[in-house]
């Protein structure tokens, strides 16, 4: 061969090794591409690879531990070892686990061309000898041509395992997540997995104290639910739900931190059934960017994933906003399909609504409008009537529209609404009787 290096992607090997000790869920995606540990250029990345496949065909779990006793184990003799600090190097040099697949198919990709570049050289030397040997040379070019074209992964699946899929699906009815609020539901019977529903609504009409309403009922219901708060810290957020589910406590009070000593005894109550009740709750607000939501998400798998909002999430080597809205759209759509989840993302809408007649939203009020209603699957805006003219809509009347069902109806449905007690209600009479009952509670001796 020539003295010029044959093609490899060390990088990209280290970054899928370390993300599949890192979430071993990745090793599926990565195998599609990796199917010998010849296709690793460095030895010892071939060995790690190796110890992980041993592990995943035994169904054992994989991580830096378990993949450095393996490589022990296998260990031949007179072979240099691969130490824990190898290991640990190639985890702290993790990226994103959504890219993984990518980097898995430029190690495919290197491995080809070492392939293509071995033979064609041992073409070229034959060449000079004698018919006979140039011939079978040919057809062994030839075989390792198809032999590569067939490396290639494929999506194929027949009509008959797809057939079986849709029945199962029939059969356990885990395709759709209900809110568990009924106005919600109404529409297309909840949210479905693999798919995307967007709320809007402008500052102030109660999109968040929504999202909430329907975090405490998908937890209810026994779902893993991961929040991503981007606009309101962990705190905040969770002063929210400790009144709506204290049924008593003013937001504002507990805002304020004006609450006396009988309300901070509700508070503790409260608290202890939240910390049994939100076991399946992840929260985060510390997370900026597409990638790392993305890394969290796969290494978690969460049965619904809510995002508050997307206007605030960071896209790297974006510049234009709209171009950065499309990818994030886009990557939840297809995170959802890669682990069967649903996503509820909350989105601000543009200011041209305040200066319209017709306050009420509809789909070209979303920022970015095009990509998101295309890509969601239910598309809903909240409008509080109140907050824009108090003389003309009722204090405790919320409106829900769906503005777009893909599987269900589209329509406008009214709903119960006190943001002091951040909560939601089946109707404005109930969250009136609620108000009633709070007041006569407060006025006992």
């Known amino acids: 061969m020539p003295d010029k290096p044959l093609p490899s992607s060390v990088d990209a090997e280290c970054s899928v090794l370390g993300c599949i000790m890192t979430d071993e869920s990745v090793y599926d995606k990565a195998s599609a591409w990796i199917r ?52 640990s190097g190639l985890v702290e040099d993790t990226v994103s686990a959504a890219t993984a697949q990518h980097h898995a198919k430029i190690i495919w990709e290197r491995y080809i061309q070492r392939q293509t570049a071995q033979s064609a050289y041992r073409l070229f030397n034959l060449s000079f000898r004698d018919l006979e040997e140039v011939n079978k040379t040919l057809e062994s070019h030839a075989k390792l041509i198809t032999e590569l074209k067939e490396l290639h992964p494929s999506r194929k699946k027949d009509i008959q395992t797809h057939i079986n899929d849709t029945l199962e699906n029939m059969k356990s009815g885990n395709n759709i997540i209900q809110f568990g609020m009924p106005i919600l539901d109404w529409p297309a019977g909840g949210m479905t997995r693999k798919e995307i529903t967007v709320l809007g609504g402008r500052p102030g009409h109660g999109k968040t104290t929504l999202m909430i309403n329907i975090v405490d009922s998908l937890l209810s219901q026994g779902n893993k639910v991961m929040l991503f708060n981007r606009e309101m810290s962990n705190t905040e957020m969770l002063k929210k739900i400790i009144v709506m589910k204290s049924k008593s406590l003013s937001y504002f009070k507990v805002r304020k931190n004006e609450c006396n000593n009988g309300e901070m005894k509700t508070i503790e109550k409260v608290v202890n059934q939240i910390s049994n009740e939100y076991k399946n709750l992840i929260m985060y607000d510390d997370i900026r960017t597409l990638d790392q939501s993305m890394r969290e998400i796969y290494r978690y798998k969460p049965d619904v994933v809510i995002d508050d909002y997307i206007q605030l999430i960071s896209v790297e080597g974006k510049k234009d906003r709209r171009f950065e809205i499309e990818d994030i759209m886009q990557e939840y759509k297809w995170m959802c399909k890669q682990i069967d989840c649903s996503a509820l993302l909350l989105s601000q809408l543009n200011r041209e609504i305040e200066r319209r007649i017709d306050p009420k939203p509809r789909m070209s009020d979303y920022a970015e409008s095009g990509v998101i209603e295309q890509t969601a699957e239910t598309a809903l805006f909240v409008f509080y009537g109140y907050n824009f003219d108090s003389d003309r809509y009722d204090q405790y009347t919320s409106e829900l529209i769906s503005s777009k069902t893909r599987y269900g109806q589209t329509g406008s449905y009214t709903m119960g609404f006190n943001g002091d007690r951040c909560k939601y209600y089946n109707s404005a009479d109930l969250a009136r009787e609620d108000v009633t009952r709070v007041l006569k509670n407060s006025s006992k001796p």
């Open 36 to 87: 010998t540990s010849d296709v690793f250029y460095d030895k010892d990345n071939q060995r790690v690879w190796e110890a992980i496949s041993v592990l995943h065909k035994a169904k054992e779990p994989i991580d830096m531990v378990t993949v450095h006793n393996k490589l022990k184990d296998m260990q031949m003799p007179g072979q240099e070892k691969v130490d824990s600090y190898y290991l």
